[in-house]
């Protein structure tokens, strides 16, 4: 597959000032000499073609790569402040491609794509695969004890609230009283469905009941996401034409997206929660972790980590984050409202959220 750039469109001629920022964050490396960088590279898109999964996973790949959780708020600044500047047709000195894709992805890393508000630390993409590694490893390695169950799975469905809230789709506020309602459903839902299906493995092989927390996880994100994204459900996610210009809300784009993203997720699950707990079936039967049981809990994180680094980028690729659909299957009035002031419009967009 090609490498793709990113589109080139129309932009406006450059304005003002040139305005200097430290690349400290992006490295040593060839600087392209004022004005060579073109102003027409557009990055409101991704850098790779999202119209194939190899092209979304190589995105996905950067969008959720742990590094980006060390860098400070001031490089964090310096890369919103590259990617704003050079949408308003304003470059600065010495900047080269390489140095304004990587500046986009620092700031795509941090900031919500659609209120440009600071993700908070754990929330981030880029904090999927070191949190998750240790929850799920825990989880994972103290299943047996009702108290260790009940812990983990509240630990883990605090931690899904926060990445389901920091990532939803659109700008529409969400309350407290929401927000409250959804944690305590899904927490409830998790460790609810984690100790029931502990209780009906207790005859069962304990392989069997390794695989309880993967079928506690899969229900809560069922419960959690949607829940999270009620607000979505009640007045719908912004849905644009293809050059981004917003045409309304809608309900029906929200559905088909938070749709997509629960699949996601339980597919993200399936390799870190399926392929470990064969593994260590097999591994605590031989006398080397017999004789060293501390190396339990290290060596199933560990585990679970090497899972993560590819089923995250993998499954949050499984479907396109500027997701598509019909103008046939909006609601009547949003339908009518598009037909009226764009007839030959077949397909909106809308971002999915992740």
């Not at 009906?200 to 069922?222: M, Q």
């Amino acid at each position: 597959m090609e490498l793709k750039t990113g589109s080139r469109r129309e932009r406006p001629a450059l304005q003002g000032a040139l305005c200097p920022v430290r690349f400290s964050i992006f490295g040593s490396g060839f600087r392209e000499k004022m004005g060579e960088l073109p102003l027409d590279i557009n990055i409101q898109e991704p850098r790779w073609d999202q119209s194939s999964f190899m092209g979304r996973a190589r995105h996905f790949f950067t969008v959720t790569d742990p590094r980006n959780l060390l860098l400070s708020g001031a490089q964090l600044e310096a890369s919103r402040n590259i990617v704003q500047n050079y949408r308003a047709g304003v470059v600065s000195p010495g900047l080269t491609e390489d140095q304004l894709w990587r500046a986009k992805y620092v700031y795509d890393s941090a900031f919500h794509p659609d209120t440009g508000e600071k993700v908070v630390l754990i929330g981030r993409m880029s904090a999927q695969v070191p949190m998750n590694m240790t929850i799920t490893g825990c989880m994972l390695t103290f299943y047996r004890q009702t108290p260790t169950v009940v812990f983990w799975q509240w630990v883990n469905q605090s931690f899904n609230a926060v990445v389901n809230y920091s990532n939803r789709s659109g700008d529409a506020p969400i309350t407290v009283r929401q927000l409250g309602t959804a944690y305590v459903s899904a927490t409830t839902g998790a460790v609810a469905t984690a100790l029931g299906l502990k209780s009906l493995t207790k005859h069962l092989p304990p392989l069997v009941s390794r695989f309880v927390p993967f079928a506690a996880v899969a229900a809560a994100n069922c419960i959690n996401i949607p829940l999270m994204r009620q607000r979505e459900l009640q007045v719908g996610i912004p849905v644009t034409d293809e050059a981004g210009q917003r045409l309304g809300h809608s309900v029906a784009a929200a559905k088909q997206g938070i749709f997509q993203v629960v699949v996601s997720r339980i597919c993200m699950a399936i390799p870190a929660m399926a392929i470990p707990p064969v593994i260590m079936d097999t591994l605590e039967k031989k006398d080397f972790l017999k004789r060293r049981p501390w190396l339990g809990a290290p060596l199933q994180v560990g585990l679970v980590g090497f899972c993560l680094v590819f089923a995250t980028p993998l499954c949050c690729a499984l479907f396109p984050q500027r997701s598509s659909i019909n103008v046939s299957r909006l609601e009547p009035e949003l339908r009518s409202q598009i037909r009226e002031q764009n007839p030959s419009l077949e397909v909106v967009y809308y971002n999915k959220g992740l």
